[in-house]
């Protein structure tokens, strides 16, 4: 249990290092790079342990799934990007994909 912890940590920190690459703008900001920087270091060091136990293939696509429904969502509820039925609908059939992923490996 402690692998998949460590997996839904490193997820987490994908949305925190994609949000800091916006506010970084090209890594020409000092505080935004410096926290992309340490959140991408921490997030791919987490993955890396969590792989140590579960499978390489879902393990990370629980990772990248995590991340791209995490920063849309993100995006969505704290940025004001544009929220679409359509694009919804592919949010969800992803976190089935990724629940899906997790279910196969057991």
Not at 62 to 72: D, E, L, Q, Y
């Amino acid at each position: 249990m402690l692998h998949w912890g460590l997996l839904i940590f490193a997820g987490l920190l994908e949305v925190a290092w994609a949000l800091s690459l916006k506010y970084a703008e090209g890594f020409t900001r000092f505080w935004p790079s410096l926290a992309s920087i340490a959140t991408i270091a921490l997030s791919m060091f987490s993955l890396s342990h969590a792989m140590k136990a579960l499978p390489v293939g879902i393990a990370y696509g629980v990772f990248v799934g995590m991340g791209a429904i995490g920063t849309a969502l993100v995006g969505i509820f704290a940025l004001g990007e544009p929220a679409s039925p359509l694009k919804m609908t592919f949010l969800a059939m992803l976190l089935v994909a990724i629940v899906g992923l997790k279910v196969a490996g057991e």
